[in-house]
T-cell receptor, first 115, second 116 residues
Framework: DAGVIQSPRHEVTEMGQEVTLRCKPI?????LFWYRQTMMRGLELLIY????????DSGMPEDRFSAKMPNASFSTLKIQPSEPRDSAVYFC?????????????FGPGTRLTVT | AQKITQTQPGMFVQEKEAVTLDCTYD???????LFWYKQPSSGEMIFLIY??????QNATEGRYSLNFQKARKSANLVISASQLGDSAMYFC?????????????FGTGTRLLVSP
């Protein structure tokens, strides 16, 4: 089975531009997560969805960030306008019930650089 | 207070030896899950092993085992017979509450270097 797919793998943009990151979860998984990883803050959960519905967005830094999941096989994370401090690796992950474990499977990440 | 604490920023081990990576956690919830992930230099996060708070036995997955000491709130990862490919960052993570709550909190990680 294909793993979690993220695109693009690398994104370089200028401050003020809109950035859209995309994710396709593993088929059959009903949870989808967006994480951000930086040297300073480590790995942080931004938002997660269950059955396409946002459940916890308390980690979303500010109104410049938004996430959507229009269907079970696609999600986007949008930053508008982008700022240099948004530079990070953004991971998408998905999970489903496996006897109560719900381990999360991560995509390869999108490395975002905002100049 | 930190929910997950990994006190070893870096660890060194020789090939074929065993190594223990420490993880302590803080929660007042009786129901929780503990996870270990590996992040090689290529960047992806790889799930290794899971321990539920009500599990009676320590979890094992191949060369990975979890030394779960509930009273001490520790969930150390033991890697037996280390291989060069085990060189990576290792993250401990916790999910609190029942399975309806899926938020994972990660520790700061331990960098493991396996030498020939």
């Amino acid at each position: 089975d294909a793993g979690v797919i993220q695109s693009p793998r690398h994104e370089v943009t200028e401050m003020g531009q809109e950035v859209t990151l995309r994710c396709k979860p593993i088929s059959g998984h009903d949870y989808l997560f967006w994480y951000r990883q930086t040297m300073m803050r480590g790995l942080e959960l931004l938002i997660y969805f269950n059955n396409n519905v946002p459940i916890d967005d308390s980690g979303m830094p500010e109104d410049r960030f938004s996430a959507k999941m229009p269907n079970a096989s696609f999600s986007t994370l949008k930053i508008q306008p982008s700022e240099p401090r948004d530079s990070a690796v953004y991971f998408c992950a998905s999970s489903r019930d496996r006897g109560g474990t719900y381990e999360q499977y991560f995509g390869p990440g999108t490395r975002l650089t905002v100049t | 207070a930190q929910k997950i604490t990994q006190t070893q920023p870096g660890m060194f081990v020789q090939e074929k030896e065993a190594v223990t990576l420490d993880c302590t956690y803080d929660t007042s919830d009786p129901s929780y899950g503990l996870f270990w992930y590996k992040q090689p230099s290529s960047g992806e996060m790889i799930f290794l092993i899971y321990q539920g708070s009500y599990d009676q036995q320590n979890a094992t997955e191949g060369r990975y085992s979890l030394n779960f000491q509930k009273a001490r709130k520790s969930a150390n990862l033991v890697i037996s017979a280390s291989q060069l490919g085990d060189s990576a960052m290792y993250f401990c993570a916790m999910r609190e509450g029942n399975t309806g709550f899926q938020k994972l909190v990660f520790g700061t990680g331990t960098r493991l270097l396996v030498s020939p």
